[in-house]
């Protein structure tokens, strides 16, 4: 993956065998990665590190993972972190749970690495044009306000 390498993602799962395969998944695509076991955690670590991307289980010991979602992207910091949430099973509830929690997609365990890498890729590329887009927009604004 190209851009990886410049992508945080955050794995939040209280399973450790497949929060450590998700995490191996990753570190071969050069992701930096931090692991949070339940939803207290996975606040308190996004809000110090900021990912781009979390990969959040439904199912946590604290609280769900779509309040637990919700919650981070309550954070005015974290509004723009993009979130796939992972679940035991698929299907129409689980997905429109996501979307109204703020997740933009999710996937079913056990994980397919292709699956998710290509769900990641493409929010990569949404984070890479909506940053180019925000620097595009300081610049003018900067620019703007010196009279040019």
């Known amino acids: 993956m190209k851009n990886a390498e410049k992508l945080t993602v ?41 990912p781009e991307i979390v ?19 309550s954070f005015i910091s974290l509004k723009n972190v993009r979130v796939i949430m992972i679940a035991e099973k698929g299907g129409f509830e689980i997905s429109e749970q ?24 493409r929010m990569a590329r949404f984070i890479k044009i909506s940053n180019t887009t925000k620097s595009t927009m300081k610049r003018m604004s900067n620019g703007s306000d010196t009279g040019r």
């Open 55 to 73: 990969l959040m289980s439904v199912q946590l010991p604290d609280m769900d993972g779509y309040e637990c979602c919700r919650r981070i992207k």
């Open 98 to 121: 996501a979307y109204q929690h703020g997740a933009g997609d999710f996937v079913t365990k056990p994980v397919d690495e292709d699956e998710l890498l290509q769900k990641i890729e």
């Open 10 to 50: 955050l794995i939040v799962d209280a399973d450790a065998e497949e929060r450590e395969l998700v995490k191996n998944m990753l570190l071969r695509n050069h992701f930096r990665v931090f692991e949070a076991y339940n939803a207290i955690r996975a606040m308190e670590l996004a809000e110090a590190h900021r």
